[in-house]
């Protein structure tokens, strides 16, 4: 009997640690799922896919904003300066990287608007109607694809300048296709778009909106290994020719505009990058040229 006893006794010892053991699986597995939960939650926080309503980037936080004539207006993903008497922007400029391209495309919303946040009342979509002349984005909707608020933003009608139509449809968004193609190849960039209007412009809709005589675009890698920057000056009218007959200095293209667009960036050799451009670290495509000259350009 006493046998029998121990017997079972060992029985239920063996019994007891195996559900010890199974108990002790059971919670490693569960540590194992909260850490790789809290880590996962802790990287995607980490990437912050917002830009800041003044760009803060380089190494010591600089505010790369160019100089004004205007007002100010920030918003959540990019920033512009107002010109009250163009009813226009005299510029955007924003931060886009690889991360924001590479998220799923929210629905284009086709939705303009007056822009909350321009406080002498931007431009509205009706002072476009029988103009002949088609709304034209400065910070593209294909740029801020990645959020629903990102999106919105760009339908502001402070971000809209006249655009004739083939030059919307042609040189204008080949340029702006071919900039995502840069972010992919350098992870990010720093962009200032804005119109080039005379010094005595036409306007349209009883003397209200400006009609820029051409459009210029400042794109920035400031990502090591090789920082580099390249200007585009591009007159508004149909174009046949290619985007590199477009690039020049940034130094060239601020006094055209009257823009300094880096002043208050500390970027290491900072007058020779905005004195020089290279034409040969900017590739452009050129099925996406082909495409425009025999296709867009009469869309």
């Not at 020719?241 to 293209?253: E, F, G």
Request: hydrophobic share 35%.
């Amino acid at each position: 009997m006493a046998q029998l006893r121990r017997g079972h006794d060992a029985g239920k010892g063996a019994k007891g640690h195996m559900i010890r053991l199974i108990l002790m699986v059971g919670l490693v597995i569960i540590g194992i799922f909260y850490l790789r939960n809290y880590f996962s939650s802790a990287v995607s926080t980490s990437l912050d896919l917002t830009n800041k309503p003044v760009i803060q980037t380089g190494e010591k936080g600089d505010n790369w904003l160019p100089t004004s004539k205007g007002n100010i207006v920030e918003h959540t993903y990019y920033s512009l300066s107002y010109i009250e008497k163009y009813e226009q922007a005299e510029w955007v400029a924003y931060d886009i990287s690889q991360q924001q391209l590479k998220r799923p495309n929210v629905k284009r919303t086709d939705w303009f608007e007056t822009d909350p946040k321009v406080i002498t009342g931007s431009a509205k979509h009706s002072d476009y109607k029988g103009s002949g002349y088609t709304r034209g984005h400065l910070v593209p909707a294909g740029d801020m694809a990645f959020d629903e608020l990102a999106m919105k933003e760009t339908f502001y009608m402070s971000n809209m300048s006249p655009q004739l139509r083939s030059f919307n449809n042609g040189i204008w968004r080949e340029l702006e296709e071919q900039c995502r193609d840069w972010v992919y190849q350098n992870k990010s960039l720093f962009i200032v778009s804005g119109p080039v209007i005379a010094r005595n412009p036409s306007f349209f809709k009883r003397n209200k909106i400006a009609i820029p005589d051409a459009f210029f675009k400042v794109v920035l890698d400031y990502s090591m290994p090789q920082i580099k920057a390249v200007a585009f000056y591009i007159p508004h009218v149909t174009s046949q020719q290619p985007l590199t007959s477009y690039m020049i200095s940034i130094d060239s293209l601020e006094k055209i505009t009257g823009i300094d667009f880096f002043y208050a960036a500390k970027l290491n050799s900072l007058d020779q990058l905005e004195a020089t451009v290279d034409k040969n670290i900017w590739p452009v495509s050129e099925a996406r040229y082909q495409l425009r000259v025999n296709r867009w350009n009469k869309e």
